[in-house]
């Protein structure tokens, strides 16, 4: 867990706050977590119940590739379905219903050869593979990127890796982008290419606010809202609030002595989270847990109850489509 992208978890130290949860009978889809299987970090599905049925009403979740399981043998670009074929199986009988939805890896850069591989995870999905996240993050400060994951540069303008992309669609597929703030104009030339492609941005659209950014924070802030904007005129994108308890996100939450309560979050993150959903309106807009990567920052009781505190001015309907309805319209939750 060396990448600026993951913090440790902490269990003593997390204990050291533990928070009432507010509304505990409001309906939520978690519309992004993990499951990790890896040298020092092991997160199953034992581990992601505990967390969930910690007193926030989850009814489903979306489970996202996280480079787990993947097949030991067999043709390179197929190893990925075991993901999809293990989780699958591993939640099935689960209470709530956890991978309700599935997003599985496949290498888009394989182009229109890539249908094989899309075909395989939705049969070994059982009815629940709903997508395809290939992780597309680059920055010239190559610190800033997950070594097991780097992108090249460009990859969303990458002819090949579009020819990947377009098989997504017929196949009623969604794409999840994970990229960095900066990266955000590719996105918009991506999705305005392909329109008939649901896109889905994941983080709130990839903050960044260390390293060579750590100075430029309230040009960060701008440019990042711009993109925004642009982004939100495409009807086929969507977004995610959430992921902001990341090392990237430079707010430092896991330097405090005490874990951050919900009000900190809250007012930490109400510029960034405001602005995703003024900017796409709600039926647009999903909240998600990024578990286990986000732990490492707070437990997971209270993101839940910060976002409850950031909408508690929203409509009812509006709450409804954070909190649950948009994640179980495109991922087409039962």
Aim: charged share 20%; with cysteine.
């Amino acid at each position: 867990m060396s990448s600026p992208n993951y913090l440790p978890v902490r269990e003593e130290w997390l204990q050291r706050l533990e928070e009432q949860v507010l509304e505990p009978d409001l309906p939520i889809v978690d519309a992004h977590h993990h499951f990790y299987d890896r040298a020092g970090w092991r997160y199953l599905l034992d581990d992601y119940l505990a967390d969930a049925r910690s007193g926030h009403a989850i009814r489903a979740s979306v489970y996202m590739q996280a480079l787990t399981r993947y097949r030991p043998e067999g043709p390179g670009p197929m190893k990925p379905v075991g993901e999809t074929d293990y989780i699958a199986k591993v939640t099935e009988a689960s209470n709530p219903q956890v991978a309700s939805g599935i997003v599985g890896h496949a290498d888009l850069r394989f182009g229109a050869a890539v249908r094989e591989v899309l075909q395989a995870h939705v049969e070994a999905g059982r009815g629940r593979f709903r997508g395809v996240r290939h992780l597309t993050t680059w920055d010239a400060d190559a610190s800033l990127a997950n070594p097991l994951t780097a992108s090249p540069p460009g990859l969303l303008l990458d002819a090949s890796f579009r020819a990947g992309l377009a098989q997504l669609a017929p196949l009623g597929l969604s794409f999840d982008a994970w990229l960095f703030f900066a990266q955000l104009p590719e996105l918009i030339d991506t999705a305005k290419a392909l329109p008939d492609t649901t896109f889905i941005v994941d983080h709130c659209g990839g903050i960044a606010r260390i390293g060579p950014y750590e100075s430029q924070r309230a040009e960060v802030f701008e440019r990042w809202s711009r993109s925004l904007c642009d982004l939100a005129r495409l009807p086929n994108v969507h977004i995610k609030l959430g992921g902001l308890g990341m090392r990237i996100n430079g707010f430092d939450f896991h330097l405090g002595e005490l874990p951050p309560s919900s009000e900190h979050l809250a007012a930490a993150w109400k510029p960034w989270i405001e602005t995703c959903i003024e900017t796409f309106g709600a039926n647009r807009c999903m909240f998600e847990s990024n578990f286990p990567v986000d732990k490492g920052s707070y437990s997971y009781r209270t993101p839940w109850n910060a976002f409850k505190r950031l909408t508690a001015g929203c409509s009812a309907s509006e709450r409804q489509q954070l909190f649950e309805g948009t994640a179980g319209r495109l991922y087409r939750l039962a």
